[in-house]
């Protein structure tokens, strides 16, 4: 599956971040569940592997989702495929001489009217942008800040 970076009818959602850790442990936290729900969803069926369906839930919302890899390139890419929303994730791991990793991520795929286009991919950049956040506090600073349960503390807007 390519990349739509290059396709101007695609609307395409994209979040970076510099990660001061080696992009191998970067890469690591996105395909280990034991370190990814340290910043993002809190629950796994497992690691990403190439090919495989991963079940993944926010258990303080009471909901979840399935992806499949499509691509998984050790240190520098994995792609996965939303079963609910049908959206499509990029993330690319950029090592910098300093020991430091630039992660980018690019969400497309989504479906809709133009508003209800623009409210996902509004949702997905803050979204993205915040798992960024929350994994940098936790590979540079071991510090867990629950940004993603502590955005609705009440529940899960519908």
Do not use: H
Request: aromatic share 10%; net charge negative.
């Amino acid at each position: 599956m390519e990349s739509p970076m290059a396709k101007d009818s695609t609307t395409v959602v994209q979040a970076q971040m510099l990660i001061r850790r080696p992009v191998s442990e970067v890469f690591q936290a996105f395909v280990d569940p034991n370190i990814t729900t340290k910043f993002w969803f809190t629950k796994s069926s497992g690691p990403l592997e190439l090919g495989k369906k991963v079940r993944v839930d926010w258990e303080m919302f009471g909901v979840g989702d399935t992806l499949t890899v499509m691509e998984l390139v050790e240190n520098q890419r994995i792609l996965v495929a939303w079963d609910g929303d049908k959206t499509t994730v990029e993330w690319l791991f950029e090592p910098r001489g300093d020991n430091s990793t630039l992660v980018k991520i690019a969400n497309w795929g989504f479906q809709g009217s133009g508003s209800e286009i623009l409210a996902q991919a509004v949702d997905s950049k803050g979204g993205y942008t915040m798992v960024l956040a929350g994994l940098k506090a936790w590979l540079e600073l071991g510090i867990e800040l629950n940004l993603v349960r502590d955005q609705f503390p009440d529940g899960c807007p519908q």
